[in-house]
């Protein structure tokens, strides 16, 4: 009796609670930095652009023949008229008056090479390529325009940005906070076509997206 009294003495003590959280959130931290890096390294395996219209490998001259597409929308808010936008024609458009360039810890380390967007089936996917120690490195994120009309007539207008691609890969919200100033400086390049697409949302402009083309179309009558 005496002998398993003492081999019970010697059963160590359970870990206390908040050790094992303490332990738990290490491995979870370790974890996510193990993903991040592995993140940051496929990223310089670059998704391919040359399905874009307009995409430009390699530096040149802006074309000077494309439409105005802030005139163009302010023509469209305006008169309520519909209007059709071409994927080639955003692209243009960026390269026409876009300045990109990187700023930050990173300037003079990474050379800015372009914007471009690629316009899909219900969805626009906004990419910001650059070139680090001479690889090319690409991120972007997915615009998916709801719309819902509701019982007074208004039209509501989500746009979900919450995945997006690092490279090739594609990753979803906690990771895109990473990435998210790149797009805000992007944005905020361009006030007054953004605050002109939201006046269209608010006059119960519908949009559609498909592919290699967006369009607004006027509310119905």
Do not use: C
């Not at 002998?3 to 908040?18: C, H, I, N, Y």
């Not at 996510?32 to 040359?50: K, T």
Request: aromatic share 8%; glycine share 6%; hydrophobic share 40%.
């Amino acid at each position: 009796m005496a002998d398993k009294g003492k081999a019970k003495s010697e059963v160590p003590p359970p870990p206390p609670k908040k050790a094992s959280l303490l332990k738990n959130v290490f491995f979870l931290s370790v974890l996510a930095l193990v993903v991040l890096g592995l993140l940051v390294y496929i990223s310089f395996d670059p998704q391919d652009l040359s399905d874009i219209e307009g995409y430009r490998e390699t530096p040149g001259p802006p074309p000077l023949t494309a439409r105005n597409l802030a005139t163009v929308l302010e023509n469209a808010a305006e008169d309520e008229h519909g209007v059709r936008i071409t994927e080639k024609e955003i692209n243009d458009y960026l390269l026409r008056t876009l300045k990109f360039e990187q700023e930050g810890i990173f300037k003079g380390r990474v050379a800015a090479r372009g914007v471009w967007v690629r316009l899909e089936k219900d969805v626009a996917e906004v990419i910001i390529e650059r070139e680090i120690m001479g690889k090319s490195h690409t991120i972007s994120m997915y615009l998916r325009p709801e719309q819902q009309e509701q019982e007074d007539g208004a039209m509501l207008t989500k746009v979900h940005r919450s995945t997006g691609r690092w490279g090739r890969t594609r990753i979803f919200r906690g990771f895109m906070l990473l990435t998210k100033s790149s797009f805000v400086s992007l944005a905020e390049a361009y006030p007054k076509e953004l605050d002109l697409l939201q006046a269209m949302f608010r006059s119960k402009v519908r949009v559609t997206i498909e592919e290699g083309t967006i369009e607004f179309l006027p509310p119905a009558p």
